[in-house]
């Protein structure tokens, strides 16, 4: 069998870079595709020196469609880019934090996938996983915009299933809950690295090689066997329930 690719967005740190180590292992050709060249590189070089990389926003389209254009094969995409900003009220919040999310979780992640969609359906191989997260369940305070993000990446996964019955692609929409060990908070708290840090004090959140070895499983198991959504948390973690404010 001839050697499969995937293509992984957001792959220079955490979460896209340990999925990448672990597809290296299993044989592998990656594309790696995210915003910083330099740690692409790093990471390329780590592994080999033998993958592609693609250095890009995933919101400019039209790099990515110039950068995606000729690709013959793509057997796995991995839709890990993505990003949460701020914890503010809704009527207190950024409209670009709203519009960074939104571009970032949704249009851009759409966008890819119709990118290389038509390939996979030519050549009926392929396995689209989208990374969604526990936030597009259930609701919290201060998650708002970002929460609905995950919901439409959810319901987008579901419906590519649905229109790709009949083939053998494959559609898995992996939704983690806490995940410590990675840029996500650091970001969403724009540097305040102590209010990163507290998310996880006395806690053991799940880590990106978590994250990564459940792809790995996913991306092993039978032609036959489709997961379409996955819900994992760290044991510290569970759905908390409703709410109820009294005056």
Known sequence: ??????????????IGAEVARQLHALGYSLILMARREHKLNELNQELGGQHQ???CDVNDQGAIEAAVKDMQ???????????????????????????TMIHTNCLALAFLTRQ?????????????INLGSVAGSYAYKGGNVYGATKAFV?????????????????????????IGGTEFSNV?????????SAM??????LTAQDIANTI??????PAHMNVNRMEIMPVCQAPAGLSVHKS
């Open 200 to 205: 996880y004090e006395n806690c053991q959140p």
């Open 116 to 128: 290389l969609l038509p390939n996979m359906v030519k050549r009926n191989q392929g396995h689209i």
């Open 216 to 221: 790995s499983w996913l991306l092993t198991q």
């Open 73 to 99: 094969r793509v057997d796995v995409l991995i839709n890990n880019a993505g990003l949460a900003l701020g914890l503010s009220s809704a009527e207190q919040s950024d409209w670009a934090h709203w519009q």
């Open 188 to 196: 969403r708290y724009e540097g305040d690295n102590d209010k990163a």
């Open 1 to 14: 069998m001839s050697q499969k690719t995937a293509l992984i967005t957001g792959a220079s740190v955490g």
């Open 154 to 178: 959810e319901q987008f996964s579901l419906g590519l299933r649905a229109d790709l019955l009949g083939t053998a692609i494959k559609v898995t929409n992996l939704e983690p809950g806490l």
């Open 53 to 55: 990389i693609i250095a």
